[in-house]
């Protein structure tokens, strides 16, 4: 069996519950290559449904030159049918809220790491000087200005925007004031602090790689996949098993140009510039 016939089978014992999707998606990336699957250009299904309800001209214009079967259905890409299911469907979101009443955020945990960092400022960024035998901290951060000790009044807008700098209160004052005020905080309320400090080796310090927030979000979406991956799976084996079926309904006889022509209008190629021209002054 060549890789597509590997696939094939793999779907059909995916929708038959031999095989799990995770399992299928092994296969499928196994066997898939580095290039865009297209069954329809290597399958036998294809080849045979080709034969069988190819025409002997064109339904659209009576020629009998470059026929081809043109589909009107074409399958949803993964990620489309991902997104119709997320934010379209209601009947996956019922689905959705029950499946995620079993899951318990109580078991989630924050993930920690130990990272060697710089035993000054605990900052990641530093160099190790090869002539010196050391190692030198490039790490700084933006720091609050001492002298402001009222920054917490101002972040809860207490503190009028107009007030911190009376002098220069004219220069600041104008339509653009709300957009402009994250420059103004930056220059004027802020400054860089460099570490700088030379130490002989890094320290090794546990700090959370994932906070509690952070895992409890990536585990409700790790639970959302146990529903929607296989669903996904599922409506997107069918759609292309669908357009290799070539229903009656699905595809007609055409000629190139006339395929050419359908396909622009429904946006699945690009005309050029001087075929779009022509086709425009001719109505």
């Known amino acids: 069996m060549n890789n597509h016939e590997i696939i094939y089978k793999a779907q059909m014992d995916f929708l038959a519950e031999r095989i799990d999707c995770d399992e299928y998606w092994s296969i499928y990336e196994k066997h898939r290559g580095n290039k865009r699957y297209e069954p329809w250009k290597t399958s ?3 080849k045979e449904n080709r034969k069988k309800k190819l025409k002997s001209a064109c339904e659209c214009c009576g020629s009998t030159k470059k026929l081809t079967i043109q589909h009107s259905f074409h399958p949803r890409s993964f990620k489309k049918i991902v997104d119709d299911l997320r934010f379209w ?5 019922k689905k959705l809220e029950e499946h995620m009443k079993t899951f318990d955020p109580t078991i989630v945990k924050p993930v920690y790491e130990n990272k060697k960092v710089c035993p000054h400022c605990n900052g990641v960024s530093y160099n190790y000087r090869k002539t010196m ?11 609050w200005k001492k002298e402001f000790s009222f920054m917490q009044d101002v972040d809860n807008r207490k503190v009028k925007f107009e007030d911190l700098l009376p002098i220069q209160k004219q220069t600041f004052l104008s339509s653009r004031k709300e957009t402009r005020w994250g420059g103004f905080i930056t220059k004027h309320l802020k400054e860089k602090h460099e570490c700088k400090k030379v130490f002989d080796k890094p320290v090794i310090i546990q700090r959370e790689k994932r906070t509690l927030e952070q895992a409890v979000k990536d585990a409700k979406y790790n639970h959302e996949q146990l529903l929607l991956k296989p669903l996904a799976t599922k409506i997107w084996i069918k759609e292309n098993h669908r357009y290799l079926e070539m229903r009656d309904e699905d595809h007609i006889t055409a000629c190139g140009k006339c395929a050419y022509e359908q ?6 190629i690009q005309a050029s510039e001087t ?6 002054m001719a109505g």
């Not at 469907?89 to 979101?93: L, N």
């Not at 396909?263 to 699945?268: K, R, S, T, V, Y």
């Not at 075929?275 to 425009?280: E, K, L, V």
């Open 44 to 46: 036998k299904i294809w």
């Open 89 to 93: 469907s209601s009947d996956y979101h």
């Open 133 to 143: 035998g050391d190692y030198r901290c490039s790490t700084s951060r933006v720091l």
């Open 263 to 268: 396909d622009i209008d429904n946006g699945l």
């Open 275 to 280: 075929r779009h021209f022509i086709r425009t």
